[in-house]
């Protein structure tokens, strides 16, 4: 009976993994938006993540859903608790579906900076807010007897999970300026190759004390050793990043922050695991893989349709980013 519900835990955490690898390079490049100098780099940036950016948001989409059928409580408990959050979060991608859609329907100068600021604007704010969420759900919500979140919405901006939020924000730009330099030609990428060695840095430190202060969740957990493990060789995986794009290999240097970025949400979720969401008010109250969790003939049915359906989101994923594996080229204008 457990093995389905360890399963389907394991299932969801691949998901967000996924969505935060494919997605974190598409919101990092909305970041770098902001600094392109020229129209031409503006125009380039788009054209990079134009084919996958829909497609990325599928996996949220995807473990959102798998969520509310495996874990039902969790899902009740975390999008009511963080309700005015998720609003902020759609409303972001919302301007940077529109922005990318209608940037380029007017020629008008004032047209196009307006929805180039509201596709920054759009990739930054779900960027802060997932880290603000992941450092929440780490330490823990206040919950009642039933799991319902008690505390307020500005409880959740607290220093820890605002910390999360800027290392959120940091990594994901560290990833899409990295992408650049992957997917982009000449002088714009090696400028991309810089934001990225900057960045870097910046991820860096503020990764280190969040790092410090959020080891106390992973040495309490029950998979302390598991924990440790994956934070050291996201480390490491992070310092291959960086010497990969000071030499100038942008495909290796990717894969490695790829690479950092799974490792980072499976430490977290090692430093859960078998909770969810834990109660910080009432240990008992927490919910865990094993009180939270549909029934086994539900879980059983899941299983069965996620057989068929994992594949098939995994080579589409693959087929998209073959078709359109050439690099894109900037304008001079």
């Known amino acids: 009976?457990?093995?389905?519900?360890?399963?389907?835990f394991l299932l969801i955490?691949?998901?967000v993994i996924g969505y935060s690898i494919l997605d974190g390079f598409d919101l990092g490049v909305g970041f770098w938006h902001?600094?392109?100098k020229k129209k031409g780099e503006r125009t380039a940036f788009i054209h990079s993540i134009e084919p996958f950016w829909d497609g990325n948001e599928v996996w949220l989409l995807t473990a959102g859903g798998a969520l509310f059928a495996a874990f039902p409580p969790v899902y009740a408990t975390v999008f009511s608790g963080f309700y005015l959050a998720m609003m902020l979060v759609l409303l972001g991608l919302i301007f940077r579906a529109v922005a990318i859609?209608?940037?380029?329907?007017?020629?008008?100068?004032k047209?196009?900076?307006?929805?180039?600021?509201?596709?920054s604007f759009g990739s930054i704010l779900p960027s802060i807010l997932y880290g603000v969420a992941i450092g929440n759900i780490l330490q823990g919500l206040e919950l009642n007897a039933i799991g319902d979140y008690t505390g307020g919405f500005f409880a959740l901006l607290n220093p820890f999970a605002l910390f999360c939020g800027i290392v959120g924000l940091a990594m994901f730009a560290h990833h899409g300026a990295l992408y650049l330099a992957m997917k982009l030609e000449g002088e714009t990428a090696e400028r991309a190759g810089k934001w990225a060695q900057k960045?870097?840095?910046?991820?860096?430190?503020?990764?280190?004390?969040?790092?410090?202060?959020?080891?106390?969740?992973?040495?309490?957990?029950?998979?302390?050793f598991v924990c440790m493990l994956l934070i050291v060789f996201a480390l490491i995986s992070n310092f291959l990043a960086f010497a990969f794009n000071k030499k100038g290999k942008a495909v290796a240097a990717f894969l490695s922050s790829s690479v950092t970025i799974g490792l980072v949400m499976l430490s977290v979720a090692a430093a859960l695991f078998p909770n969810i969401v834990p109660c910080t008010n009432e240990p008992d109250w927490g919910l865990t893989v094993f009180n939270a969790s549909s029934s086994m003939r539900t879980l059983g049915w899941m299983l069965g349709i996620a057989l068929i359906g994992m594949p098939l989101v995994l080579g589409y994923t693959?087929?998209?980013?073959?078709?359109?594996?050439d690099k894109v080229k900037v304008h001079k204008d």
């Open 1 to 8: 009976m457990e093995a389905l519900q360890i399963i389907w």
């Open 318 to 325: 693959w087929f998209i980013h073959h078709v359109f594996r």
């Open 13 to 15: 955490g691949i998901l």
């Open 34 to 36: 902001l600094f392109a």
């Open 111 to 119: 047209w196009v900076k307006a929805w180039d600021i509201a596709f």
């Open 199 to 224: 960045t870097w840095y910046i991820f860096l430190f503020t990764f280190m004390p969040t790092l410090a202060y959020g080891v106390k969740f992973c040495i309490s957990g029950d998979y302390k």
């Open 101 to 109: 859609e209608f940037r380029n329907k007017i020629e008008s100068e």
